[in-house]
Antibody, heavy 120, light 109 residues
Framework: DVQLLESGGGLVQPGGSLRLSCAASRFTLTSFAMSWVRQAPGKGLEWVAVITGSGGSTHYADSVKGRFTVSRDRSSNTLFLHMTSLRAEDTAMYYC?????????????WGLGTRVTVSS | EIVLTQSPDTLSLSPGESASLSCRAS???????LAWYQQRPGQVPRLLVYHASSRDTGIPDRFSGSGSGTDFTLTINGLELEDFAVYHC??????????FGQGTKLEIK
């Protein structure tokens, strides 16, 4: 079965940076569109960023554009989210999620998430 | 950006009853690329329905999705205790981007 395992979350001060990782197993990450989705405490789901399969183009929600960068490493089959200029409103559980194709489709596999808390 | 509005925010029902959850889009969702997810407390979202009406593998047939254009519905017939959870709709017609609704909490009455 497909496995996604996030790591890298933690407590960070406002204005700080953090890099999240999502290790993928049993599929080739670069063949599929991979997204980061977050969920603030008690709130709904918010799509954050995506990197498409094959071409690897990236797209971001307006709320994180210019501050977050999604990338991937082919050799380790790992997805990353580099977060800078963090704000209190970035506090959330961050999930990586896989789509069935290189560009679109629903999220049919999710990781367990990693928690990010932005606070002084 | 397509904004999705779910209603109601909270739905209180008893086991055995049927639930009808609504998801309305600010503009037409092309190809009916609309999905529904279930999220139980402390758990990861699980895909229930995609393409508005196709059940994902292993999803019981008491879950059904319908709708097109801007109005979509998730119906759950014969509620079981395990069905009380939060339900999220998502549009992916703007792939690779997408957007979610704010969620509907289905609680036991």
């Amino acid at each position: 079965d497909v496995q996604l395992l996030e790591s890298g979350g933690g407590l960070v001060q406002p204005g700080g940076s953090l890099r999240l990782s999502c290790a993928a197993s049993r599929f080739t990450l670069t063949s599929f569109a991979m997204s980061w989705v977050r969920q603030a405490p008690g709130k709904g789901l918010e799509w954050v960023a995506v990197i498409t399969g094959s071409g690897g183009s990236t797209h971001y929600a307006d709320s994180v554009k210019g501050r977050f960068t999604v990338s991937r490493d082919r050799s380790s089959n790992t997805l990353f989210l580099h977060m800078t200029s963090l704000r209190a409103e970035d506090t959330a559980m961050y999930y990586c999620a896989k789509r069935p194709g290189p560009i679109g489709g629903p999220f049919h596999f999710w990781g367990l998430g990693t928690r990010v808390t932005v606070s002084s | 950006e397509i904004v999705l509005t779910q209603s109601p925010d909270t739905l209180s029902l008893s086991p055995g009853e049927s639930a009808s959850l609504s998801c309305r889009a600010s503009q037409s969702v092309d190809n009916n690329y609309l999905a529904w997810y279930q999220q139980r407390p402390g758990q990861v979202p699980r895909l229930l329905v995609y393409h508005a009406s196709s059940r994902d593998t292993g999803i019981p047939d008491r879950f059904s999705g319908s709708g097109s254009g801007t109005d979509f519905t998730l119906t759950i017939n014969g509620l079981e205790l395990e069905d009380f959870a939060v339900y999220h709709c998502q549009q992916y017609s703007t792939a690779p981007m997408c957007s979610f609704g704010q969620g509907t909490k289905l609680e036991i009455k």
